[in-house]
Structures are given as C-alpha cells and as structure tokens.
C-alpha cells in the first residue's frame, strides 16, 4: 500500500480513537487526560524530512485543536515533537538505520531500549510542554508536576499498547 494512502488511514483511526473515545473519559481530578495523538508522529517513517514534519505536526495539532476547543496549545505541543524528533533518532540510532526507505521507528527496526527511550523523551516533551501551556500561571508546582506524570503516564501505556497490538510492517534490526 501507498505510503501516503497508509498514514491517511492510520490519522483518521488515530484521531477517531482520541476524539471519540479518548476525549470523552473524564479527566481523572484535572490530572490525568489521556493523549495518543502524537503517536502518528512518532511512528512516521526514518526519512521524512524535518519540514513535511513540521507540516505534519501542524496539521495534526490542528485538527485536535478543532476538536478540543483550543486555540493552538496542541499544535504548539505537536510541532515542538515534530521539531525534536530528528534529534532525539539521531541521538539514540546508527546513521545507517536511520537511512532505510520507508522504515517506520518500531521497537524491531530500532530495538526495544533505544525505542522505549525514543517513546519516553519525546512523550515527556509533548506532555510537559502541552501542560506548561495550558497551566500558564505558575501557581502550583507540585499540581504541574503531578499532571505532567500522571498525563505521560497514560499516554506512555497508551503508546506502548498501540505499538504492541498494532501490526506495522518492519525489517528487523
């Protein structure tokens, strides 16, 4: 299948589970809010270039701003891990993995640790970014670092059971 056809797909199902389901779980005392969204970032394939990520990411932060009522706080979130995602594979890869065709980041292509390391970072930087924006105020802390773990938490399991029972074509490492 088309690499453009297959990520089309892969957006409408992610954005229908966060939008339809996801959205409508009340948040758990204003700390926990589940958010899966990001995934199609991070499973965007090893070649795609930093700016069709960024217009990626834009689009993507967009449409789950249409959907959530708010105005570019999660556009923002999504284009700083567009922005970030080179850098951290390149952290955590060999050069050559990172130049295979249309390779997708899996815990296959790129090993478990250095995939959970990948998932991890760039989880905690959209989330704590995401809510440093959403709380503004610096009032609390301790209620910023409470919902910061508690929100990448969820987002980590929800990632983490996306990757284990959604089957993505890979070559192994």
Known sequence: ?????????????????QVFILNNITPLHQLIVPYFYFIF?????FKTSR?????????????VDMFYKTPGLHTAAVLLLAY???????????????????EEP?????G??????YVII???????YLILLEW?????????????????????ILVMIGELFIHRKTRNR
């Open 1 to 17: 299948m088309n690499v453009v056809i297959k990520n089309i797909i892969r957006l409408i199902l992610i954005m229908f589970v």
């Open 41 to 45: 970032i991070l499973w965007l394939p």
């Open 51 to 63: 700016v069709a990520l960024l217009f990626i990411g834009f689009l993507v932060g967009m449409l």
């Open 84 to 102: 970030l995602r080179p850098f951290v594979i390149g952290l955590l890869m060999p050069k050559e993995i990172t130049e295979w065709g249309n």
């Open 106 to 110: 899996t815990r296959f292509t790129m």
């Open 112 to 117: 478990l640790a250095p995939f959970t390391t």
């Open 122 to 128: 760039l989880t905690l930087m959209h989330n704590g």
């Open 136 to 156: 503004m105020n610096f009032g609390s802390f301790l209620y910023f670092m409470g919902k910061l773990i508690a929100t990448s938490s969820v987002s980590l």
